[in-house]
């Protein structure tokens, strides 16, 4: 199995899924753990697992569906973000459906059993 971390480790509001790295691998040193830019050409699997930071949640969720969220404004090249990389490599058809562990913004590495809790569940189904 391979679980993309998304987050910027210099942004507070955004560090948390790459702070959370080391002990996602010392919990599953069978998954392999790749950090992703969003500014970067990605060569993803056609079912992407994911863990980013998601803004308007208040707890770990897990989403299967990219419409459930909302695009950011883009104004320039530097607004292009995670989700607008997802949905361009749906619509070029390279990916289908991703699975998101969304993590709420404002919260501390105390989330990481949730986290932990959420990846097993998926990784049990598949």
């Not at 404004?73 to 990389?85: E, M, Q």
């Not at 749906?90 to 991703?98: R, T």
């Amino acid at each position: 199995m391979h679980v993309f971390i998304f987050g910027n480790p210099d942004l507070a509001t955004d560090s948390l899924p790459v702070q959370l790295l080391p002990a996602l691998q010392t919990a599953f040193p069978d998954i392999s753990f790749e950090t992703l830019d969003p500014n970067e050409d990605w060569d993803l699997p056609h079912h992407p697992l994911i863990i980013d930071t998601v803004v308007g949640i208040s707890e770990v969720t897990v989403f299967h569906d990219l419409s459930v969220f909302t695009r950011a404004p883009r104004v320039t090249c530097h607004d292009f973000d995670a989700y607008a990389n997802l949905l361009l490599l749906k619509k070029l058809g390279k990916i289908g459906e991703a699975t998101i562990i969304g993590i709420p913004m404002g919260v501390g590495k105390e989330i990481a059993p949730r986290v932990v809790e959420f990846l097993r569940k998926i990784a049990r189904k598949g």
